[in-house]
């Protein structure tokens, strides 16, 4: 199948862009494309125009801004996983990076059409969401910044408004953690069925600090507070982790699908951070 | 309708165009050039891979008017003057195809594999691969084609111009 007619307009600044989305009261906005093509091909969504922000070259790339690093909408998956300042400073987006889908995805997809897209299932949200990221999120009164913890509202829907843009993804150094993305998939290049973002700061063999994202185990990503809080001090032995990875699931109400129930997701969560933290520990 | 200029297979096309035309149909249903194929309506299967600047990427997921001021190459540009690409020779030598509908994405996608692994391991080819299926299940011989491509002289480039 083929989308449905729409008008088309590829801005070259941030400003013409939302100029564009205020014009319209029905218009989609196009990042990487490769969440939205799809749905525009079954037609699951119609609208009036698509915002191509292909062409705005301020919404790409990595910089340092102190104790955080900025990645801009716009930059790629492939992008991401080149850039140094990621892989030193958010070593856990990389790994939950190099999971999504295949290399063609990655080559088009990026970061924030991935945040805003808001699948549950998808990767990015849950170590974005670990890692204290907070959203810059632009529209024509100007920029405000919202923490992960409020971005992400329920399924596919996010903080960002009809005539906003998010511009920016900021996350806070983790410069040294140890991370490990375990995504559970019964085949190759599918939605993850549960997936777990762990990321650990190490004293000697103590865990310091621990941060735990859940993809795919509620309408938005969640955060394994239980375990975070259990791991803290923790000496990083394979019964001390175990233990405080059994609490990965508490309070979560996962969806039950044809992949599994509620009560197998949760079960997997368990098994999949322990597995995680194991890995960010090592 | 949105006037684009595209490079494809090394010439230039300026067409007016619905801006909600697929890359793969662009090139298929204007430019002719069928080699290109559709596998599936989920951008799942990867037949349908061409590369836009140089990098692989599944053209049923890309609109033509993204492709605007933009080089693309298909499957139909890898062979010059009757000489096959080195992984089309590849390919052939080692029998990797059975229906030879997920060919055109398997070759494009093999020579972006070597772009970035240009003596690939058997793991880095599968999982260069991910994005591609054969139904036919013939997975082995291809992974054997692209290793051996791997070892051919200007398997990474794009196009069979070896050396000019």
């Known amino acids: ?282 | 309708m949105t006037r684009i200029t595209v490079t494809v297979d090394g010439d230039t096309y300026t067409d007016d165009v619905e801006p909600r035309t697929l890359l793969v149909q662009y090139l298929r249903e204007n430019l002719g050039k069928v080699g290109t194929v559709i596998g599936c309506d989920t951008s799942n299967c990867g037949a349908c891979t061409v590369h836009l600047d140089g990098r692989s990427v599944k053209s049923c997921n890309v609109l033509a008017v993204q492709a605007d001021g933009h080089e693309v190459t298909t499957i139909e540009g890898l062979a010059t003057d009757g000489q096959l690409h080195p992984m089309q020779k590849a390919f052939h030598e080692n029998h990797a195809l059975q229906c030879g509908y997920c060919t055109p994405g398997m070759i494009m996608q093999a020579i972006d594999i070597l772009k970035d692994h240009p003596d690939p391991s058997e793991q880095q080819i599968r999982e260069g691969l991910e994005g591609n299926l054969c139904r036919c299940t013939g997975y082995h011989n291809i992974v054997k084609a692209v290793a051996a491509a791997a070892k051919a002289p200007g398997a990474e480039l794009a196009s069979s111009k070896v050396g000019e």
Not at chain 1, 86 to 115: C, F, N, Y
Not at chain 1, 173 to 182: F, L, P, Q, S, V
């Open chain 1, 1 to 282: 199948m083929i989308p449905t007619a729409f008008d088309y307009v590829a801005p070259e600044s941030v400003a013409d862009a939302l100029a564009a989305l205020a014009d319209s009261d029905d218009a989609k906005v196009l990042a990487g494309g490769q969440s939205l093509l799809p749905i525009l091909r079954m037609r699951l969504n119609a609208p009036d125009k698509v915002v191509d922000l292909g062409r705005i070259a301020e919404l790409r790339g990595v910089r340092e801004d102190g104790d955080a690093i900025v990645i801009g909408a716009m930059t790629s998956y492939v992008d991401l996983l080149a850039d140094p300042l990621v892989a030193e400073h958010a070593a856990l987006l990389k790994a939950a990076i190099e999971t999504v889908a295949d290399p063609q995805i990655r080559r088009r997809g990026t970061i924030g059409g991935a945040l805003v897209h808001a699948d549950p299932a998808g990767d990015v949200g849950a170590p974005v969401l670990a890692l204290d990221g907070e959203l810059v999120i632009t529209g024509s009164a100007g920029e405000r910044t919202v923490a992960a913890a409020d971005f992400f509202e329920d399924l596919f829907t996010t903080a960002v408004g009809e005539d906003e843009l998010l511009t920016a993804v900021r996350i806070p150094k983790h410069t040294g953690w140890g991370a490990a993305y375990e995504k559970f998939v019964r085949v190759a290049h599918q939605w993850s069925i549960v997936a777990v973002a762990a990321t650990v700061r190490m004293e000697g063999d103590t865990i310091a600090e621990a941060r735990v994202g859940l993809t795919n185990m509620g309408s938005t990503p969640l955060r394994a507070t239980a375990t975070e809080e259990a791991l803290a001090g923790k000496q990083a032995s394979a019964e001390a982790i175990a233990e405080a990875c059994a609490k990965a699931a508490d309070g979560t109400n996962p969806p039950s699908d044809l992949n599994g129930d509620g009560d197998y997701r949760k079960h997997l969560a368990t098994v999949f951070t322990r597995r995680a933290v194991l890995a960010a520990a090592d």
